[in-house]
């Protein structure tokens, strides 16, 4: 496939997700206790990161676009903190 | 550069205003994507605190080996439709149309396996409705995480779908037509759907594949 830098970069990024995913299959037969959830957590953050840096290019884009992101990263926030903060209070089950 | 400006609309000052215009309006979908998913993630991680125990079962009964592989697919088929996006970056119109339609064989691969996983779980009983059966105490529970499976997967499968079959359109025009070559705005968008719907399966398959796998 192509060999520019742009190609090669997809590429590592590919390999990376990759070894990410048997990673974080990996961690999943460990005994982490409450961990294993945050380490799930962690590595899925860290896939989609790649993600957005690498194959969606955020980098190289206009600040509307890093609005937007922020945006929807914030609200989601909201969402779970206001939602979380109400059902962790109550001990609903 | 020698090639002819790109046409743009009237309300546009020029290609590039337009090009950002378009791009921004796909990122302001992709962040509306992201709080319709994320009540979805949200019920998902209230009834996981409420039933830790029940989750845990249900989740040892999902086809890992079929999850995993899925994630692979889908992982690989967004690096082929960041190829696909740098070939109509080049003007490169054969590689663009083999690298978009590459694509659109991964994602229906994804489609292909996840069928099958529904085929087989509904016919372990595991489909929430008056047919489902879970043999412990806990079933209302664990059916819980069968209903938010369904609902998740499934509405992620539907949003693979539609991305299939306007990649494979998208991959038939490259192969008959200069369009994309001409203007690739429309290849970039379609990419920035596609690694979000990437993005939302990477923390789908944790969450419900990988559930206290260890004990």
Redesign the interface.
């Known amino acids: ?2 060999q ?1 830098p ?2 090669k970069r ?2 590592f ?2 390999v990376a ?2 070894g990410l ?1 048997a990673l ?2 990996g961690a ?4 982490l206790g409450p961990f ?2 945050i380490a ?2 962690t ?2 953050v860290t ?2 990161a790649l ?2 840096v ?3 290019e955020i980098r190289g ?2 600040p ?2 890093w609005v ?2 922020a ?3 914030f ?2 926030g909201i ?2 903190a206001l ?2 903060s109400d ?2 209070m109550r001990g ?2 | 550069m020698s090639d002819p400006p790109i046409a743009h609309a009237s309300q546009f000052d020029n290609a590039s205003q337009q090009r ?1 215009s378009a ?2 309006g796909m ?2 979908f ?3 994507e ?2 319709f998913f ?2 979805m993630f ?1 019920g998902y ?2 009834y996981r ?2 039933y830790p125990a029940a989750f845990a079962a249900a989740s040892r009964h999902t086809l ?1 080996a079929f999850g ?1 592989t899925n ?2 697919v889908l ?2 088929s ?2 082929t ?3 696909a996006i ?2 109509a970056r ?1 003007k490169r119109r054969t ?1 663009l149309a083999v690298r978009l339609l590459l694509t659109a064989a991964l994602g229906t691969l994804f489609l292909g396996i996840k069928g099958f996983e529904y085929t087989r779980e509904i016919s372990e009983h595991l489909l929430p409705g008056a047919s489902f059966h879970f043999d412990l105490p806990y079933a209302n529970h664990a059916e819980m995480f069968f209903y938010l499976y369904f609902l998740m997967t499934g509405i992620h499968a539907l949003h693979v779908a539609i991305g299939v079959v306007l990649i494979a359109i998208f991959g038939f025009r490259a192969w008959r037509t200069d369009a994309f070559v001409r203007n690739d705005t429309a290849v970039d968008l379609l ?2 759907y596609w ?2 719907v ?2 939302v399966w ?2 789908l ?3 419900i594949y ?6």
């Open positions: 496939m192509n520019t742009a190609g997809f590429l990024t590919a997700l990759l995913l974080t299959i999943a037969y460990v005994n294993n959830t799930a957590m590595i899925s896939k989609a993600i957005v690498f194959f969606m884009r206009s509307v676009i937007a992101l945006t929807g990263l609200w989601l969402m779970f939602s979380m059902f962790m609903w089950k | 950002e791009t921004f990122w302001i992709l962040a509306t992201v709080l994320g009540a949200l991680t209230v605190l409420a890992l995993g994630t692979a992982l690989i967004s690096a439709m960041a190829f740098r070939a080049e590689a990419g920035l690694h979000f990437d993005i990477v923390f398959f944790p969450l990988l559930v206290e796998r260890h004990s």
